[in-house]
């Protein structure tokens, strides 16, 4: 099964791109050999990520009769880097990313969509199906536990202080450190295989979920990721070297730093770290607390950072909520591919078909 994911080169999906609420977007489109499909399905990467997250599923999903749309969310691989914060971080949030998803979802003429994601994808289908009930029929999660929206802010610090210690890396993303050490082609090389679990000439890991990304580790070279091979490694440096140099950008004294001069194709994805507030702001015209459609949530067991534990109360928001486990660390789509579309395929054919 493992081996029959989609290949960088692939002719069982196509690159597209659309304008959605003025901003460009790429996506991978992949249809069913015969041209019919009995629905569409949306699937939302996280961070550091992109839509080529996928490939392991993708062709399964094709398998159930699906039409299958990966998204590159807003600043990554080959869709819109917009670099105006802080006025526009909200461009970056869960609000944006929902009605970019419906927009796409009415110009491929999908009155209803299924929407699975995961880690920063897995905050959004929630929310979408929150915005959205009308278009989101279904929704899995992999990793991501469901966050109930709040009428009090908690900034990221507090979490950290509070329950969630090993969001400690989500200070140092929102600052300026990570994007001003990862400059060149090279370094985002590093950076990558650092992430995904390769290990320095020690054996020493790159990042850890309390203090986040070990500059100097990075800069002495990171040895091969075990989750990639070197066609997917490049096709994911070539996402993330894409826009090359930003040049000048606004400084960003309200969030307390300056982003002039900032050159690294990554700057931007790191946004997603910089929204806190402006989804809370968002998510105030929220009234509903409760996610009705039908989810399935998929716990990776070894995940350091989205921890089993985190998602214990979630049923009491999720009428209709199955869950499942992977033995997995929190690259859970590649590390056990087979387990977890085992998941979905049975959650499709006893749930949503
Ligand atoms: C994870 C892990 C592991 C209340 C806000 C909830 C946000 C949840 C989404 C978190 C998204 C996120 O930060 N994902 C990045 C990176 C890397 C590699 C390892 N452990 O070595």
Known sequence: MATNKLRPDDKRFSHEYAQLNGHKYHYLLAKPESGHFKGTIFLIHGWPDCSFAWRYQVPMLLEQGLRVVCMDMMGY??????????????????????????????????????????????????????????????????????????????????????????????????????????????????FLKGMYGGRDKNGKVMFQPETGVDVNVMKGGMGMTPLLDEKEL???????????????????????????????????????????????????????TTVDVPVLF????????????????????????????????????????DKVNEAIKEWLQGVVF
């Open 77 to 190: 691989g080959h869709t819109d880097v917009p670099k105006v914060p802080p006025e526009s971080i909200h461009l970056y949030g869960y609000k944006r990313a929902s009605d970019d998803i419906a927009a796409l979802a009415k110009e491929l003429g999908a009155p209803r969509i299924i929407l699975g994601g995961h880690d920063w994808g897995g905050m959004v289908v929630y929310r979408a199906a929150q915005w959205y009930p009308d278009l989101i029929t279904h929704v899995f999660s992999v990793c991501t536990p469901f966050f109930q929206t709040s009428t009090t802010y908690l900034s990221t610090q507090d979490l950290v202080a509070g329950y969630l210690p090993q969001f400690g890396y989500q200070l140092q993303l929102a600052g300026p450190d990570v994007e001003a050490a990862v400059q060149s082609k090279e370094d985002v090389t590093n």
């Open 234 to 288: 490049e096709y994911y440096v070539q996402a993330y070297t894409k826009s090359g140099i930003h040049g000048a950008c606004k400084p960003c004294p309200s969030l307390g730093y300056d982003l002039r001069g900032a050159t690294m194709a990554d700057d931007r994805t790191v946004n997603w770290y910089r929204t806190r507030e402006a989804n809370f702001k968002d998510e105030l015209k929220i009234t509903k």
């Open 298 to 337: 998929i716990i990776a067991t070894k995940d350091n950072v989205l921890k089993p534990e985190m998602a214990r109360g979630m049923g009491k928001h999720i009428p209709k909520l199955t869950r499942r486990e992977v033995p997995a660390s929190h690259w859970a789509l590649w590390q056990t591919p």
